[in-house]
């Protein structure tokens, strides 16, 4: 733990810095949306990669997040204050979504879950569109946000949003690591037996459904300060698949993982939609992910940073085998 | 009273819609344990091709004919492709089929192009009967008896037949059935493509009744019918018919009465099926394992 800690410290401290020395808005600014999606990948490792649980609604705590803070500045005035309140919104309103979405379906087959999050999603997009006094319907709305943040390519939201992610990437592995997210583990390798031994698995499942959805309701909540605008496509079914992307991709249950897989996406993303002047394929870069991910499904379930884990694991424990084969070699000699 | 006769039939048409994309998903839940999210895909390229042959041939016939003979090979090759190398895990089934749900839509896009196409119901199907004050849209009506004759057919395959007593069999205890002899393989196989082509049957069937196709139009059915599948029972095909026109129903009247609330009544329908009766209204599966 300690050697892993430190060099996330420093990349943390690298990236920190990045604003400072280098000056290319178009870059930072894509930096910033992977740090967003990385909280957001993260919170959806949390179910699937931790708890075993599939979420095809996870866009829904998203957009919670971004028409919370969204619509409260736009009522009030633009302050930290109200900033805030937002937030405290978001985070109330995305616990109780979460929790009904868990105790509905997470007693039943995982099927169950994955669909109703899909529905329920859905619902909000229908909700957003409809509801056009507060939400101004399709087209959305552009918002004042607090003075502080107005530069959106500049160093204060950048590092807003890093400092987001480290805090909530250290609180994550923290829970992970804690009792309850032993459980859990233990709840996504053998189901049975953990309820055998006596815990009450639903519970665990709730806790996991409703930590998840709070923490991609604050990724929606930055990310409706890096835009200054809102409409209904933060519930569009895009934001779940992008999620699920960056982590099956980056690796499942690695924390980690998601977060780097949120850095390919958005990178290639970026660079795909360039080539799409090209040639017009490129436009359709979405086809490209959808097949890397089946194949990663299909022959590397554990993604780039669990491969590569596993890869590591391997190779320590040879090493150590080969050690201890010429100790016993030299035992028996002498 | 004609208002309410309109909407009933309203609600029956777009109700057997649904029923033919929840049918199939229903058909392979029960038997193979595998929640297809992608059927909604080869709904919308039953759609898609079907008005591509329809373009070009100028027989409504044909392009139904086409739009099935498209599901039964897409669902060949999903089955083939992308069920086989994950049976047994889960969590990996829903990931994958969502993942080729994506392919799909990205793929008529590509093939089709990204706009939306408009399409129409053939002459002979167009327009309206006059029924006193009632007024009966001919292709509605059409759907609905395409819907009835598919359910009948299925039911009586299902329920007279050798393939349908194996089916059945398989749904219950698919190893027992393995065991007496039988390649249950290909029967999933053979499942697999009928769910698909009924499938495709309800997309090329609804682009006429809603006049435009685009290629999200799969997710948005595979909701619905993800709901149908929840109330009626997983893996209950009769329940997948009753729960689809009481969902169909609801969206017919409720889009008239209180069109905001149109989605949100299924929704509470499926919340209040899942508080109350998880295993659904007819279904006697869908407890966790």
């Not at chain 1, 953990?194 to 815990?199: A, D, N, P």
């Not at chain 1, 933060?234 to 992008?242: C, G, I, K, P, Q």
């Not at chain 2, 057997?16 to 909604?40: E, K, Q, R, S």
């Not at chain 2, 089955?79 to 839509?105: A, C, D, R």
């Amino acid at each position: 733990m300690g050697r892993s800690t430190g060099i996330y410290v420093i990349i943390a401290l690298l990236l920190a810095v990045l604003p400072f020395v280098y000056d290319d808005r178009i870059i930072l600014s894509l930096v910033m949306q992977v740090f967003i999606f990385g909280i957001f990948a993260m919170s959806y490792d949390l179910l699937l990669g931790f708890t075993g649980i599939v979420s095809f609604g996870h866009a829904m705590f998203f957009g919670i997040g971004a028409y919370s803070v969204a619509i409260v500045l736009n009522q009030n005035e633009a302050t930290l204050f109200y900033l805030l309140l937002g937030t405290l919104l978001a985070v109330a309103v995305a616990g109780i979504v979460s929790f009904i979405a868990g105790v509905l379906t997470l007693r039943l087959q995982s099927h169950f879950y994955a669909m109703l999050t899909l529905a329920l999603a859905g619902l909000f997009m229908v909700a957003a569109e409809k509801m056009r006094s507060l939400t101004g319907g399709n087209e959305g709305f552009v918002l004042m946000v607090p003075d502080m943040f107005i530069d959106t390519s500049g160093p204060t939201l950048y590092l807003t949003c890093l400092i987001v992610l480290v805090v909530f990437f250290f609180l994550v592995r923290r829970f992970t690591q804690s009792p309850v997210g032993k459980v859990l583990m233990a709840i996504r390798e053998n189901e049975q037996r953990v309820e055998s031994i006596g815990f009450s698995i639903m519970y665990y499942k709730v806790i996991a459904s409703m930590i998840s959805g709070i923490v991609a309701s604050i990724a929606g909540v930055l990310y409706v300060l890096s835009l200054q605008f809102v409409d209904t496509s933060v519930f569009a079914t895009d934001v779940t698949l992008d999620a699920l992307l960056m982590t099956i991709i980056g690796g499942v249950g690695t924390l980690v993982g998601p977060i780097i897989g949120a850095g390919i996406i958005e990178f290639a993303h970026h660079w795909l939609s360039d080539l799409a002047d090209v040639h017009w394929i490129f436009k359709r870069w979405i086809i490209l992910f959808g097949i890397v991910y089946i194949l990663a499904v299909i022959f590397f379930p554990r993604g780039i940073v669990g491969t590569l884990q596993e890869i590591w694991i391997k190779r320590k424990y040879k090493k150590q085998q080969g050690k201890e084969a010429t100790k016993d070699k030299n035992e028996a000699a002498s | 009273m004609d208002l309410f006769f309109n909407l009933a039939i309203n609600g029956l048409a777009t109700g057997m819609l649904i029923f033919l994309l929840a049918a199939g998903l229903t058909i392979i839940f029960g038997l193979m344990d595998v929640l297809n999210f992608a059927h909604g895909g080869l709904f919308a390229w039953g759609a898609y091709s079907g008005v591509w042959i329809y373009d070009i041939s100028g027989s409504f016939l044909v392009a139904i004919l086409g739009a099935i003979v498209t599901g039964l090979l897409l669902g060949a090759l999903t089955e083939w492709l992308i069920i086989k190398p994950v049976y047994g895990n889960h969590v990996q089934q829903i990931l994958i089929t969502l993942g080729f749900m994506l392919v799909l839509s990205e793929m008529l896009k590509v093939v089709f192009g990204p706009n939306q196409k408009s399409a129409a119901p053939p002459a002979y199907l167009d327009g309206s009967w006059q029924l006193g004050d009632v007024i009966l849209i001919k292709y509605r009506i059409f759907i609905i008896l395409v819907g009835a004759l598919v359910y009948g057919i299925t039911y009586f395959i299902l329920k007279r037949t050798r393939i349908g007593l194996i089916v059945r069999a398989g749904v219950m205890n698919k190893e027992m059935v393995q065991s007496l002899g039988i390649n249950i393989r290909l029967v999933f196989m053979l499942v697999f493509m009928v769910g698909s082509a009924m499938a495709a049957l309800g997309g090329v069937l609804l682009a006429p009744y809603s006049g435009v196709i685009y290629a999200e139009m799969g997710m948005e059915f595979a909701i619905l019918a993800f709901i149908v599948v929840v109330i009626g029972g997983m893996g209950s095909f009769t329940g997948s018919l009753l729960a689809a026109i009481l969902v169909g129903m609801a969206q017919a009247f409720m889009a008239y009465y209180v069109s905001e609330l149109s989605l949100a009544v299924n929704m509470l329908l499926m919340f209040a099926v899942l508080i109350f009766r998880p295993q659904g209204l007819f279904g006697g599966k869908g407890e966790a394992a």
